[in-house]
């Protein structure tokens, strides 16, 4: 569990007078004990200005975009337990000319109990202004002797990546599962992926983990399963909920990419309705009849069903957002698995 906010101090600042209020904020905060600076990171956190709090309307558990409420909670989830130097990055749309920013305000959240408190610094900047103009604007916040990451918190498949802004990043983080329109999402990742210098993390990948788990060891080390390595691509089968389509897609992407298929070769995929569905999330069938492979996820567990063994249970573990945002800027590495069925999917909506 992350440390609970001790305290907040906000103040209204200037792009120019940035570091002076944040000096200002720390001296403040010096005759209430010995409270250490934390800084393990730059976070760099990427949203439009005119975003409010909404809902997917083709599914309504699936938030879309976070209001300015949700963004600061999730924020303080993340730093408390990765403390990052955070600057949010509020961008207005439309075509700009390269300009400064338009505005700035920063604060300093206190984590922590009385014998071992900590601060996490933030800025927000408010951006109306060309792209080429992002990265000079960020290169005057983060620390340079920490990795950086981006977050973005928008919609790819819809609000694309500003390279200069991501470029500026060793790390780029997003969730798939705010894309509206899947393929979208992959084209605008595809850039990323032809250069190979951005370590991509996705945090719907993350709730594919278990169903990854589970299908490799079944698959890995019991000799009853069918050779799904020469399954046609006709006898797999993917069912998801709605508004699971990204999902479920990655697990297409996943399997083509292990079973070598070629572009051509694609997994069904079929969205079921909610009622239909009940629990389950994702589901995935190899094979035709008594000698098919089943394996199902929902909220708590993924179940895998092959013939003559007994079923495989995994465990599905709970988790925040700021949990899994913080555990992928800890790791902070290249995810070989993701980066390949990515290219699959690339590939596959080149075709389209």
């Keep these: 569990m992350a440390p609970a906010v001790v305290e907040r101090t906000w103040r209204e600042s200037t792009p120019e007078g940035v570091e002076r209020d944040l000096a200002a904020l720390w001296r403040e905060l010096a005759g209430r004990g010995d409270i250490a600076r934390a800084v393990m990171s730059n976070l760099i956190v990427f949203r439009l200005h005119d975003r409010r709090h909404s809902r997917r309307p083709d599914a309504p558990g699936v938030p879309d975009v976070l209001d300015v409420i949700d963004v600061v909670d999730v924020i303080d989830g993340v730093v408390a337990r990765h403390p990052s130097r955070t600057i949010v990055i509020e961008h207005d749309r439309g075509d700009h000319n390269p300009s400064a920013p338009v505005g700035a305000r920063v604060s300093v959240t206190v984590f922590g109990p009385p014998t071992a408190q900590y601060a996490v610094e933030q800025v927000v900047i408010r951006s109306a202004c060309a792209e080429m103009s992002l990265p000079s604007i960020v290169r005057r916040f983060v620390r340079g002797d920490v990795p950086t990451s981006v977050w973005w918190m928008e919609d790819l498949s819809r609000v694309g990546p500003l390279p200069a802004l991501v470029g500026t990043g060793r790390q780029f983080l997003y969730d798939s599962r705010r894309w509206r329109d899947v393929g979208g999402g992959v084209r605008a990742l595809a850039p990323l992926l032809a250069t190979g210098r951005?370590?991509?993390?996705?945090?719907?990948?993350?709730?594919?983990?278990?169903m990854r788990l589970a299908l490799e060891h079944a698959t890995g080390s019991m000799s009853t399963v069918p050779d799904v390595s020469d399954v046609s691509d006709g006898e797999v089968r993917i069912?998801?909920?709605?508004?699971?389509?990204?999902?479920?897609?990655?697990?297409?992407?996943?399997?083509?990419?292990?079973?070598?298929?070629?572009?051509?070769?694609?997994?069904?995929?079929?969205?079921?309705?909610?009622d239909a569905a009940g629990s389950d999330v994702l589901s995935l069938r190899i094979g035709q009849g008594a000698e098919s492979l089943a394996a199902t996820l929902d909220e708590h567990r993924v179940r895998v069903e092959q013939p003559r063994t007994p079923a495989l249970v995994v465990a599905v573990p709970r988790s925040v957002e700021a949990e899994s945002v913080a555990a992928e800027l800890r790791a902070l590495s290249v995810d070989a698995a993701l980066r390949d069925a990515l290219i699959a999917l690339v590939r596959r909506y080149a075709l389209a």
């Design 198 to 210: 951005i370590d991509l993390s996705d945090l719907n990948w993350r709730r594919l983990a278990p």
């Design 239 to 274: 069912a998801h909920r709605p508004g699971e389509a990204p999902l479920a897609a990655l697990l297409a992407g996943w399997l083509v990419a292990r079973l070598g298929w070629s572009p051509d070769r694609w997994p069904a995929i079929d969205e079921v309705a909610s």
